[in-house]
């Protein structure tokens, strides 16, 4: 598996940036490689249990000075349930799910807002407070 970029959110509020190809969301643990660690590193070991949500993105940097949308206006193509997760944090995330089962460790949210950093984010779900369908 070719790694990919994530931005791992742990429910503590830890933030940390890096690659991981061993994610799968019916695993409890992967790997990730910090951005500032050698390339030549096999990165750290990460439990799932302890986050609050992996965000698969673009780049790492994004655009802090974007706002995010909170509807589907210009996302026709959205695919799946609609919905609105609140973590208990207080943060608010928009999108779309193929599979949301609060009985799972956590599952897909793709953003609503197609200008947005994260490609898509694998919501943990201990870690959502409240949660709606649009």
């Keep these: ?9 742990y429910a503590n509020g830890r933030l940390i940036k890096g690659y991981t190809n061993d994610f799968f969301p019916n695993k409890p643990q992967f790997h990730i490689r910090p951005v500032d660690a050698n390339p030549k590193d096999a990165g750290m070991l990460v439990f799932v249990k302890e986050l609050k ?7 790492f940097s994004g655009n802090p000075a974007y706002n ?3 509807d589907f206006t210009g996302n026709p193509q959205s695919v799946g349930r609609k919905m609105e997760v609140t973590f208990s944090d ?5 999108g779309s799910t193929m599979g949301h089962d609060p009985k ?3 599952f897909f949210l793709y ?3 197609p200008e947005s950093n994260a490609l ?3 919501v943990i779900s201990a870690a959502v407070s409240r949660f709606r369908y649009l």
Excluded: N, S
């Design 68 to 70: 995010e949308k909170k």
């Design 1 to 9: 598996m070719e790694p990919v970029k994530v931005i791992m959110r």
């Design 53 to 59: 949500a992996v965000f698969f993105v673009k780049d």
């Design 111 to 113: 953003p609503a807002d």
């Design 90 to 94: 207080g943060e608010v995330l928009v």
């Design 104 to 106: 799972r460790p956590g």
């Design 120 to 122: 898509r984010v694998f």
